[in-house]
Nanobody, 129 residues
Framework: QVHLVESGGGLVQAGDSLSLSCAAS????????MGWFRQAPGKEREFVGA????????YYADSVKGRFTISRDNAKNTVYLQMNMLKPEDTAVYYC??????????????????????WGQGTQVTVSA
């Protein structure tokens, strides 16, 4: 069992930065690939990025590549999403997610919601023009 709680969302202006945190409880965090997703009103939940269990491998959606950075601190059971140069189109509820299954491939395989087994409640990020 893994319980995830996101925090750090808020209202910012275009071009600003924001850092999100996802605190995890449970014994499996250190062995889990973690993902970040986002969902805007009326749209499907979409992939943002993923990070391997050790933090050594990371993969990002093209829409955020070069602007967002995923990191994790397994000693603190926390995964982070650093967001720079935010755009109005980044406005969404942001979710962290964890895999419970053993990895079967490379980090860029895990871009769909069905690849993840545990989800946080989400945190709102709003970017004004």
């Amino acid at each position: 069992q893994v319980h995830l709680v996101e925090s750090g969302g808020g209202l910012v202006q275009a071009g600003d930065s924001l850092s999100l945190s996802c605190a995890a409880s449970g014994r499996t965090f250190g062995s889990s690939t973690m993902g970040w997703f986002r969902q805007a009103p009326g749209k499907e939940r979409e992939f943002v990025g993923a990070i391997s269990s050790s933090g050594g491998n990371r993969y990002y959606a093209d829409s955020v590549k070069g602007r967002f950075t995923i990191s994790r601190d397994n000693a603190k059971n926390t995964v982070y999403l650093q967001m720079n140069m935010l755009k109005p189109e980044d406005t969404a509820v942001y979710y962290c997610a964890a895999r419970s299954r053993s990895d079967y491939g490379r980090i860029y395989y895990y871009t769909e919601t069905y690849e993840y087994d545990y989800w946080g409640q989400g945190t709102q990020v709003t970017v004004s023009a």
